[in-house]
Nanobody, 127 residues
Framework: QVQLVESGGGLVQPGGSLRLSCAAS????????MGWFRQAPGKEREFVAD????????NYGDSVKGRFTVSRDNTKNTVYLQMNSLKPEDTAVYYC????????????????????WGQGTQVTVSS
């Protein structure tokens, strides 16, 4: 069983930055595609970014392109989400997820692509 634990969320002013981390245990992290999603109150879960097992392929949601960067360190079983130029509309609970079959896809953008999820970390962008 894979466990995912997010950290790094918090309150930040518009225009600020945060880096989220997601630590994985209990599985073969280095072969999973990893993804980030977010969910705001009353809204559906939204794709933010994914990264292939070796980090050579990344995809981003349209609303975060050019501002967010996903990366991973397979030696630490950790995936990161660097968030810059944050806006109030980025406020949400952010979740990381693991896709064991990501090597079969060019991108993993649907929640149904993922088998394992973290508990989420709150990001609030407000002045």
């Amino acid at each position: 069983q894979v466990q995912l634990v997010e950290s790094g969320g918090g309150l930040v002013q518009p225009g600020g930055s945060l880096r989220l981390s997601c630590a994985a245990s209990g599985g073969t992290f280095s072969i999973y595609t990893m993804g980030w999603f977010r969910q705001a109150p009353g809204k559906e879960r939204e794709f933010v970014a994914d990264i292939s097992w070796a980090g050579g392929r990344t995809n981003y949601g349209d609303s975060v392109k050019g501002r967010f960067t996903v990366s991973r360190d397979n030696t630490k079983n950790t995936v990161y989400l660097q968030m810059n130029s944050l806006k109030p509309e980025d406020t949400a609970v952010y979740y990381c997820a693991a896709d064991p079959r990501g090597y079969l896809r060019s991108r993993s953008v649907s929640p149904s692509d993922y088998d394992y999820w973290g508990q989420g970390t709150q990001v609030t962008v407000s002045s």
